[in-house]
């Protein structure tokens, strides 16, 4: 079954505030993360906007904009972890080993299709960064296990990296390869941050996925 997504103007217009309100929350507390379209354009599931719109309720209200958020999707994470790696090509295999101690720690309270799911989209991001970075900084992987969905962060030093240049590696003979099909084929939503001294990517993994 094909899920409607709407558009981030068109979520602003329906709530009656800025999609900048929007970017904002999306980044300072990951509440809801929306997907990505093919252009990199923002797309929200209907159950997104009906949690941003409880938010919004609540800020009108008076409450603050982390307190509503909290109220509206925090729950404690199982396990989290931070962890350094150097920028080579060993690089994604530390990312999977970070993984599966992670996963050891919550002694198999996730489903092995999962935890393999997790382990590839690390390894990915870990392999992109490596790619895209400037080679000298370490790369940092931070990931939170939460009960039915992790979030995973990865953050590289270098130039700021427009979303095109990225899918433009994706043709044929490209250097990152098939990195972004396969986070955009499991992911929940991501996104990407990218400024003059380095770049971060944040991808949600749900536990539940279509068969």
Do not use: C
């Not at 999707?73 to 790696?85: K, M, Y």
């Amino acid at each position: 079954m094909t899920v409607a997504l709407l558009e981030i103007g068109a979520v602003a217009r329906e709530l009656g505030i800025a999609p900048s309100t929007l970017r904002s929350w999306e980044r300072r507390y990951r509440t809801v993360v929306p997907r990505r379209g093919p252009n990199g354009q923002r797309l929200y599931a209907r159950d997104q906007v009906l949690v941003l719109r409880d938010i919004l309720a609540q800020t009108r209200l008076g409450v603050r904009a982390g307190a509503a958020h909290q109220a509206a999707g925090f729950t404690a994470p199982l396990a989290s972890s931070r962890a350094r790696l150097t920028p080579s090509p060993q690089a994604s295999l530390g990312a999977r080993r970070e993984v599966d101690r992670l996963l050891e720690s919550v002694d198999g309270r996730l489903d092995e299709r999962f935890a393999f799911n997790l382990r590839l989209v690390a390894s990915e991001l870990v392999k992109n960064a490596v790619v895209h970075g400037d080679g000298a900084q370490e790369i940092e992987l931070e990931i939170e296990l939460f009960a039915d969905w992790a979030e995973l962060r990865v953050r590289n030093g270098g130039v700021r990296l427009a979303l095109r240049n990225l899918r433009a590696k994706r043709r044929p003979g490209g250097a990152s390869g098939r990195g972004l099909e396969i986070i955009d084929a499991l992911a929940d939503g991501w996104t990407i941050d990218s400024g003059p001294i380095g770049t971060s990517i944040t991808v949600r993994l749900s536990s539940i996925h279509d068969a």
